[in-house]
């Protein structure tokens, strides 16, 4: 058995996915702006995930701009039929390499576009409409521009919806409106604030991918890791991963890496096994 097929597979708006699937943000240039700096390298990674048993990858063509969704094409089109790319949309990228809202039904339409042709489909998977109030979700109604997606859903363009940064309220409205099949929050060990949310997408069969496994984690929080990783002999990362996989069966993984060994590393924690002891040390750092 695989490390993907320990990790056990979800349906995603009908798509039978890996748990463990690949964020592809780090396949273009810093601050996810430009081209990488090795292009080889990044459809490496790429194939080595897919030939892994990677068939969830999560994208968006505001990644570059265009460059993600590029160097996807290239490494795997014609694409297998098994594979379920997500994308996003909801923003723009500025001259300097800026993260600029875009949620006017033209820049939404746009979007969709942009992806479709970058990606070399006609239609997509998975769209999820990126909620950028804040940097975290704010409330406000999403009903205008969600409005914009289910239009071009209705078109044939997108198969599926899905929501990120969103609060349990957004979600709601949302539901209302349409079919959602997906919620991408920041979630992780120090950061648990959807634990309900989650635990109500699980009842719903409805998928929660986290993103930022590591991200914002204070000293004394990162301490903690890192002592659980020590004795269990896995890196900082194995372990954040192993933890959200245990954590709920409707939580997707779509860790990132430009780097080969570094995406083998990833897909290894779905072996990594969590004793009752650590999982009540890890439980405690959202607290420390």
Known sequence: MSNIETAGTY??????????????????????????????????????????????????????????????????????????????????????????????AEALTQAVHDNLRNLGVETLDVVNLRVMFAMGPAEGSIAETLGVLVNLQRQGLVRHIGLSNVTANQLAEARAMAEIVCVQNEYNLAHRGDDVLIDDLARANIAYVPFFPLGGFNPLQSTILSDVAARLGATPMQVALAWLLQRSPNILLIPGTSSVAHLNENLAAATLELPAAEVAALNGIAGA
Request: proline share 6%.
């Open 11 to 104: 349906s995603l708006g009908g798509h039978t996915v890996s748990r463990l699937g690949y964020g592809a943000m780090q396949l273009a240039g810093p601050g996810v702006f430009g081209p990488p700096k090795d292009r080889d390298a990044a459809l490496a990674v790429l194939r080595a995930a897919v030939a892994a048993g990677v068939n969830h990858i999560d994208t968006s063509d505001f990644y570059g701009p265009h460059v993600t969704n590029q160097i996807i094409r290239e490494a795997l089109y014609p694409y297998s039929g098994n594979l379920t790319i997500v994308t996003k949309i909801g923003a723009t990228r500025g001259a300097d390499g800026s993260w600029n809202p875009a949620f006017s």
